[in-house]
């Protein structure tokens, strides 16, 4: 299985980050290696200084698919969940700078916290889900599937022209703004329409 990403999918986000708007939809990898059991202590990799916590809708796709119309990309997921998206800061500034990919700061080992799946149909409006980061009983991150720029189906249709969908893939939807650093001791908790999703401990 692979995670397909989205990247500046909320403009709130996009101006904490750059300010640049892209006119297509941002889209990486990472490996299966990524996924982190949330169940088990998390510990900081050695080569980052400046963990970053990203929380994110994620969609578990159904069925293999490729070239998928976006009027038929609601029959390829069945179910809806939370995760992070873990990025190495300081590793990425310097790739930028160079010009460089991004998959040392976005697709190493454990960087992938996958959450908990709710079947779509419990929830009466996918385009309006609510959902939050907590570190240590605070919100840090707390947003609206209504204000992403790219919608779910927009993003299956778009990412099936690149990569072929299969059964068990992830797709991350994109973080919103309040992103920040982690350290330990810091207790991250995910929620979706306020039902807990994930928990994880740092260390």
Request: proline residues 4%; negative net charge; glycine residues 6%.
């Amino acid at each position: 299985m692979k995670i397909i990403c989205v990247g500046k999918n909320y403009i709130d986000h996009i101006k904490e980050f750059d300010g640049k708007q892209p006119d297509n939809m941002v889209l990486f990898l990472k490996p299966d290696t990524a996924i982190h059991n949330p169940e088990m202590p998390y510990y900081i990799p050695d080569f980052t200084n400046d963990l970053h916590h990203e929380i994110e809708v994620i969609l578990k796709i159904n069925q293999n698919g490729k070239h998928i119309s976006e009027k038929f990309a609601h029959k390829y997921y069945d179910e809806i969940g939370l995760g992070i998206d873990f990025t190495a800061r300081d590793v990425q500034a310097q790739l930028r700078k160079e010009g460089l990919s991004w998959e040392k700061a976005k697709a190493f080992d454990g960087s992938a916290i996958i959450g908990n799946f709710i079947e779509k149909s419990r929830f009466p409006d996918l385009n309006s889900l609510a959902f939050r980061l907590e570190k240590n009983g605070q919100k840090v991150q707390e947003s609206s599937t209504n204000l992403m720029i790219w919608k779910f189906d927009q993003i299956i249709s778009e990412a099936s022209k690149f990569f072929t969908l299969r059964k068990g893939d992830i797709i991350f939807t994109g973080t919103p703004a309040g992103v920040g650093s982690v350290a330990p001791n810091d207790v991250l908790e995910g929620f979706l329409e306020n039902q807990k999703m994930f928990e994880v401990n740092i260390k």
